[in-house]
């Protein structure tokens, strides 16, 4: 396994388990979960932290499909360069710092559009490392 590979198992991982702040906030603030089966409840109406959880978590999967679809390119066609391997690094270092820092709402104005902006930034590295090593 190549460490992009590596770090793109790491991020999925994440992403995979970045549904229970926002699980664990709905039952926290509910005395009878039962209608949140049938349609979940307004994100308005939940503490802002679970709010900040939902959001993580589609921050999240915005950033990862990129990620994960450039991680199996740079695979196919043999890419892997230490820019590439450190790229993968930051992405998923970033993702993780943003995830943490949204939940617990430590991560304010500007630095969350800053750390979002990063994660984004790393994916444009693996695309350049693609287009010049491919």
Request: net charge positive; aromatic share 10%.
């Amino acid at each position: 396994m190549t460490p992009e590979l590596f770090y793109l198992t790491l991020t999925a991982a994440l992403a995979a388990s970045m549904w229970i702040p926002f699980i664990v906030g709905v039952n926290m603030v509910t005395t009878d979960p039962s209608p949140h089966f049938i349609r979940p409840p307004d994100l308005k109406d939940l503490p802002p932290w679970v709010h900040r959880a939902h959001r993580a978590h589609l921050n999240l999967i915005e950033q990862a499909v990129p990620f994960a679809i450039l991680v199996v390119i740079a695979h196919l066609a043999g890419v892997s360069t230490t820019v590439t391997v450190f790229a993968a690094a930051a992405f998923f270092v970033i993702r993780l710092i943003h995830a943490a820092g949204m939940v617990s709402g430590l991560l304010k104005f500007p630095l969350r559009p800053i750390v979002f902006t990063a994660g984004w930034v790393a994916n444009l590295v693996m695309v350049w490392q693609i287009l010049a090593h491919g």
